[in-house]
């Protein structure tokens, strides 16, 4: 598994836990019954994760901050959980450069939903990028 397959598996690990809000270790149990080890990138996959949910109030505030007009009820589940993994990257990784993170969460948004979604999520982690700073 490659970076960027692992955190494609953490996007949709935290788009799962929209539906099923369970702990981050249940999740990665799951998603490990159903699509096996995370070969080479399983310490990238669990810490994206975990961080994630252990800072989802700060992330959500993040983005509630950053967009205009939108609160998180109103944002697709998809693009919520692309900018969820985006900014934890972002905020709590500084190994991964800024660019690539925001890169990277574009292209989760184009494969998994579409080209208005992915220049929104572009925006938004723009804006938190500049903010954070």
Request: proline residues 2%.
């Amino acid at each position: 598994m490659t970076r960027k397959e692992a955190r494609e598996a953490g996007f949709i690990i935290i788009f799962e836990h929209e539906f099923q809000k369970l702990s981050a270790d249940a999740l990665l149990e799951l998603y490990y019954e159903y699509k096996g080890d995370a070969e080479g990138q399983k310490d990238y996959l669990e810490n994206l994760v975990r961080t994630t949910l252990e800072h989802l109030p700060e992330i959500d505030a993040q983005i509630e901050q950053n967009t205009r007009g939108w609160t998180l009820s109103r944002l697709s589940k998809v693009s919520l959980a692309t900018l969820r993994v985006g900014i934890c990257e972002l905020l709590y990784n500084p190994e991964i450069p800024a660019g690539i993170a925001i890169n990277e969460a574009v292209q989760l948004a184009k494969d998994y939903e579409d080209e208005k979604a992915s220049s929104f999520v572009n925006g938004v982690l723009s804006s938190v990028n500049k903010s954070n700073q």
